[in-house]
């Protein structure tokens, strides 16, 4: 891989969330505006300085990014439409970053969000890709519930892995989120709890199964010349990659794009894995997470289960881990799902984390996976950030 520009001189700053809501009767256009609007009030600037915007959802349509733009009555002179799930968060910040170094705008913001009436989910579903509409939603198995299912399978067949390896990610993952003011699930899970769960789709419980909401996310970026001008702590990008539809011989998913572009991550930042004082991954369910210890450099391909039987994942653990609870104990707000762990990550190096801060944290990996079709998931990416100066 040839040498890539730093991404020096650009900051991301202005971490947002709009509290998530089981159900809402409001469209996506009205989630993703409050994002906006909490955006332009914690900045301090008008809505006419931002002239970039970076626009994910699944529920926006019929509209796209541009529909949204005149919905929201703003001109900006760049945009993109990113609808690549919970890859999303880390594939709009490479692309506003760049574009901010390239001056194709000044302030960026990167907002996902999406709605949740009670049958949306289930039309989602539907018509999520021809793939799915083909080959798997006519069995009545529509969902990525049962593609999971045979991925957390495998993995445990081929890995070793057990029903208590995932369950003490999330019972960690749920510590973490009864910190959070935002997570839907208050109360307390212990493994007992998450073991006893009733089946989803063998292997899958419960617990395992992260739960549709609606609420949106984002984040602004900005030079850092701009950020301290405004007195806005920033957070610098020392490297991402992204990947998609890697390894499609594979004939079923047991790696990630992330290993294919692991090593171009770290060698850019110029960081190794060891050095990374906490790590936010995209975890609609838990299998996924060990795909991303592996394949990010945590440890070797096979060897997650022990590398979860080895550490602690709460917020004060040994491995800092999904600090605000992650979807599976926060919630999944569509395409917002993506942008949680970018959020945190900002929050964390901010110092703005609150009781989910992490100790002298200083540089955080977040993690993106996304568009699950009837056998894999297609889209991933990686961002290392480090905590800038206010």
Request: with cysteine.
């Amino acid at each position: 891989m040839s040498r890539r520009l730093a991404y020096d001189g650009v900051v991301a700053a202005v971490p947002v969330t709009v509290p998530y809501a089981r159900y809402s009767t409001h469209a996506a256009h009205w989630w993703l505006g409050r994002a906006l609007a909490a955006l332009i009030r914690e900045a301090g600037i008008a809505k006419a300085d931002i002239d970039g915007v970076c626009v994910s959802s699944f529920t926006l349509g019929p509209d796209t990014a541009v529909g949204l733009m005149q919905h929201l009555g703003m001109s900006p002179r760049w945009l993109d439409h990113i609808p690549m799930g919970g890859a999303s968060g880390v594939v709009a910040l490479r692309r506003a970053a760049r574009a901010v170094q390239a001056g194709d705008a000044e302030i960026i913001a990167c907002i996902a969000g999406d709605t949740n009436h009670v049958d949306s989910f289930r039309h989602t579903v539907s018509q999520f890709s021809r793939f799915a509409q083909d080959a798997v939603y006519p069995y009545g198995a529509g969902g990525p519930n049962a593609s999971f299912a045979l991925l957390t399978d495998h993995y445990m067949r081929q890995y070793g892995a057990t029903r208590e390896d995932f369950g003490k990610l999330c019972v960690a993952q749920r510590d973490n989120a009864l910190r959070n003011p935002h997570a839907l699930m208050k109360k307390p899970l212990t493994l007992a709890q998450y073991l006893d769960a009733r089946p989803i789709t063998d292997p899958i419980h419960l617990f395992d199964c992260v739960m549709p909401c609606a609420g949106a996310e984002g984040f602004l970026v900005m030079t850092e010349e701009r950020a301290r001008a405004l007195k806005l702590p920033g957070v610098r990008i020392r490297s991402t990659i992204e990947r998609h539809n890697a390894y499609p011989d594979d004939p079923i998913q047991f790696r990630g794009g992330w290993a294919m572009d692991r090593d171009a991550l770290y060698e850019h930042a110029g960081v190794a894995p060891a050095e990374v004082d906490f790590v936010e991954t995209y975890d609609d369910y838990p299998v996924i997470n060990m795909l991303q210890f592996e394949d990010l450099g945590f440890c070797a391909k096979g060897e997650a289960p022990a590398f979860v039987r080895e550490h602690g994942f709460t917020i004060d653990g040994s491995f800092p881990f999904n600090t605000s609870g992650g979807q599976l104990s926060v919630g999944q707000a569509g395409a917002a799902g993506g942008y949680l762990g970018l959020v945190q990550a900002l929050r964390q190096l901010t110092n703005a984390a609150g009781a989910m801060q992490v100790a002298n944290a200083r540089i955080g990996l977040v993690s993106g996976f996304g568009m699950i079709n009837y056998d894999r998931g297609l889209c991933s990416g990686a961002a290392l950030l480090e905590r800038g100066t206010a």
